[in-house]
T-cell receptor, first 116, second 115 residues
Framework: GAVVSQHPSRVICKSGTSVKIECRSL??????MFWYRQFPKKSLMLMAT?????????EQGVEKDKFLINHASLTLSTLTVTSAHPEDSSFYIC????????????FGAGTRLSVL | AQTVTQSQPEMSVQEAETVTLSCTYD???????LFWYKQPPSRQMILVIR??????QNATENRFSVNFQKAAKSFSLKISDSQLGDTAMYFC????????????FGTGTRLQVTL
């Protein structure tokens, strides 16, 4: 299957700082990428849909000013958690939609964010 | 809106045995995909198998097969000859075809393969 790279895999930061997470499609162009948040022992919760060259579409209840998404190229989307607080600590996962195979989503390995 | 239901929060199976994970969904769409994703302890989401709704034949990938019943909106996953490496969370998911639309996930089934 297609490969999606997510970086970093783990980040620890101080409260009030910002953290950027990158999601790259390595062997295909993805006009659409997705950002999820996963709480322990729970399913994936979609945060936003990232569209190349346009603004992201956020799910209800997700603060767009807190979670900034940029999809500047066909292979890269970034999620920036601004002014992070301990309650933002979570596991964040990205996926990229592969158009050549019916828009199947392939997932990155996830980023564990810990805010102190 | 679509919904996906996995009614088995946890299951256990002995190594080399067969286990079936259930999934039902609700949609008014006629063309869609269904998926099973596996999330092992590493938390990497791995695509296990997919089924196009227009295909009547059940998808098969090595030890993994599905029982797709479109009229009943049921999509179960059968794992044959279970291996310790199959221990993971398994998520059933629904996707509309066409545009890159959102995946709808079930709540997951935690599968433990024991010796």
């Amino acid at each position: 299957g297609a490969v999606v790279s997510q970086h970093p895999s783990r980040v620890i930061c101080k409260s009030g700082t910002s953290v950027k997470i990158e999601c790259r499609s390595l062997d295909f162009q993805a006009t659409t990428m997705f950002w999820y948040r996963q709480f322990p022992k729970k399913s994936l919760m979609l945060m936003a849909t990232s569209n190349e060259g346009s603004k992201a579409t956020y799910e209800q209840g997700v603060e767009k000013d807190k979670f900034l998404i940029n999809h500047a190229s066909l292979t890269l989307s970034t999620l920036t958690v601004t002014s992070a607080h301990p309650e933002d600590s979570s596991f964040y996962i990205c996926s990229a939609s592969e158009p050549r195979v019916g828009n199947i989503q392939y997932f990155g390995a996830g980023t564990r964010l810990s805010v102190l | 809106a679509q919904t996906v239901t996995q009614s088995q929060p946890e299951m256990s199976v002995q190594e080399a045995e067969t286990v079936t994970l259930s999934c039902t969904y609700d949609t008014s769409e006629n063309n869609y995909y269904l998926f099973w994703y596996k999330q092992p302890p590493s938390r990497q989401m791995i695509l296990v198998i997919r089924q196009e709704a227009y295909k009547q034949q059940n998808a098969t990938e090595n030890r993994f097969s599905v029982n797709f019943q479109k009229a009943a909106k049921s999509f179960s996953l059968k794992i044959s000859d279970s291996q310790l490496g199959d221990t993971a969370m398994y998520f059933c998911a629904f996707l509309n075809t066409g545009t890159a639309s959102k995946l709808t996930f079930g709540t997951g089934t935690r599968l433990q393969v024991t010796l």
